[in-house]
């Protein structure tokens, strides 16, 4: 079965500190990787995504994430937080589905900051 | 460059009361649009799903309906609102043509409360 597992709920950090939100996926063929973040009341923002190449991606706002097909895992790092990272991160998978495709996502993980 | 629109931004409405919300993609043709709802402590649940006008994809049975009437518009519906429909409600395009690495770009939500 397909599905993507964040085992953090919520997540404490204090600010100028590093930062790892732990994401494990299942997917049967070769998986396509995306973390999304949700400011309070807001839409998803794409920080990064992984589909192919260095297993090491790069995203926005200073985020990368590595990818670990051995585990199974695609979490998402930062060597120091700030204050606004505080918000709601979404790992998913993209798998096929009915006539296309679709995002699986996780349940998410909240993050605060503390000063 | 594109946008997507959603409104209203907020609703509270009644049991039973019909629903409709609505969602427009400017500065692309035929792209993917997704509905998706947010309930507390659930993540995000793909509902609906449309390659085309008039071409729409359910996940699941549920209390709720989707239109396209127009290549970028993507309409939300119910006849019957249940307490159980109040969440936060998302769209979301991706590009035309259906691969599992497509980027979803999310709109700001409907935040819906049923009383």
């Known amino acids: 079965a397909q599905s993507v597992t964040q085992p953090d709920i919520h997540i404490t950090v204090s600010e100028g500190a590093s930062l790892e939100l732990r994401c494990n996926y299942s997917?049967?063929?070769?998986?396509?990787l995306f973390w999304y973040v949700q400011s309070p009341g807001q839409g998803l923002q794409l920080l990064l995504k992984?589909?192919?190449?260095?297993?090491l991606v790069q995203g926005i706002k200073g985020f990368e994430a590595e990818f670990k097909r051995s585990q199974s895992s695609f979490n998402l790092r930062k060597p120091s937080v700030h204050w606004s990272d505080a918000a709601e991160y979404f790992c998913?998978?993209?798998?096929?589905?009915?006539?296309?495709?679709?995002?699986?996502f996780g349940k998410g993980t909240t993050l605060s900051v503390s000063s | 460059s594109q946008t997507i629109h959603q409104w209203p931004a907020t609703l509270v409405q009644p049991v039973g009361s019909p629903l409709s919300l609505e969602c427009t993609v400017e500065?692309?043709?035929?792209?993917?649009l997704y509905w998706y709802r947010q309930a507390a402590g659930r993540g995000l649940q793909l509902l609906f799903y449309s390659v085309g006008i008039g071409q729409i994809s359910s996940e699941v049975p549920q209390n709720l309906s989707a239109s396209r009437p127009q290549d970028r518009q993507f309409i939300l519906s119910s006849k019957k609102l249940l307490l159980s429909d109040s969440g936060f409600y998302l769209c979301?395009?991706?590009?035309?043509?259906?691969?599992?690495?497509?980027?979803?770009?999310f709109g700001p939500g409907t935040r819906l409360t049923v009383l």
């Open positions: 500065g692309t043709s035929n792209p993917n």
């Open positions: 997917y049967g063929a070769t998986p396509y």
């Open positions: 992984y589909f192919s190449g260095d297993t």
């Open positions: 979301a395009w991706s590009v035309t043509g259906s691969t599992r690495s497509d980027t979803q770009y």
């Open positions: 998913a998978v993209g798998v096929l589905w009915q006539a296309g495709t679709a995002l699986i």
